[in-house]
């Protein structure tokens, strides 16, 4: 599990880093800022564990560095350190509650199948990074990033600057782009569920889920002797050897 995280951590700082399609100032802003944020969403969610529940964990570990990288990646490179900050304390903690006290709680959390909390790592996540990207977004980062004034300033920027109205019209923006991709998503992913269920189910049977996915198919991802049915070996048997190997004069 941590050499995947460690991959996908890995990845994200290119993917983040990659998207000003240049080698700048913007891009060492971007990895920065992703570490920044990653790592302190991690330290949060894991301290989060530890307050409520006297113990941490691997898998609290990972969530904690997913949502850090979700949440930074719409304002990578277009936010300052200390906003990034900001930024990883909130999505180590808000998807935390999500997840850990909302899902729990709620009877239509509790009928959804998430299994990998895909919701609160990446719908949560990627929400929060959406409307704090729209209050911490710089201006001169802007205008770096995109070669002009027209958008912005961040609504932080904008009560500084006096001018409320740019900062309340670009977090408007910010809504309204959730909105769409949440209402896209959502339309795309149920025509595609529609589709896939027309050729296979798209959930095992309870029976099989007992068994588990990876045992349906035929195989085992820890084929380790001693689990489950398998037999440990004969270490006490005489391996026969076959005859062309034999010396003469020698039997087994």
């Not at 002009?148 to 904008?158: A, I, V």
Request: net charge neutral; glycine share 12%; charged share 15%.
């Amino acid at each position: 599990m941590l050499g995947g995280a460690g991959f996908l951590w890995m990845g994200w700082t290119g993917f983040n880093g990659g998207s000003p399609l240049a080698s700048n100032l913007i891009t060492s802003l971007a990895i920065l800022n992703t570490h920044i944020c990653t790592a302190t969403s991690l330290l949060v969610w894991l301290s989060m564990d530890m307050i409520f529940y006297n113990k941490s964990s691997v898998i609290g570990a990972v969530q904690g560095m997913i949502t850090g990288l979700v949440c930074i990646t719409p304002g990578a490179g277009i936010v300052e350190s200390w906003a990034a900050i900001l930024m990883g304390i909130s999505s180590g903690s808000i998807p935390w509650f999500t997840m850990m006290v909302l899902h729990k709680k709620s009877s239509f959390f509790q009928k959804v199948d998430d299994t990998l909390g895909v919701f609160h790592t990446h719908a949560v996540a990627g929400l929060l990074g959406g409307i704090l990207s729209g209050i911490f977004a710089k201006p001169k980062l802007l205008r770096m990033f995109y070669g002009s004034d027209k958008y912005g300033p961040g609504f932080l920027y904008s009560i500084i600057d006096g001018d409320i109205k740019r900062g309340l019209r670009q977090m408007a923006y910010q809504l309204v782009g959730a909105v769409f991709i949440t209402i896209w998503n959502v339309v795309a992913t149920s025509l595609i569920c529609i589709f896939i269920s027309k050729i296979v189910e798209l959930r095992l049977h309870e029976d099989d889920l007992e068994i588990g996915d990876d045992a349906v198919h035929g195989e085992e991802a820890y084929a380790l002797w001693g689990d489950g049915e398998r037999d440990p070996p004969r270490f006490n048997r005489t391996p026969k050897i076959p005859s062309f190997c034999r010396r003469h004069g020698t039997s087994h």
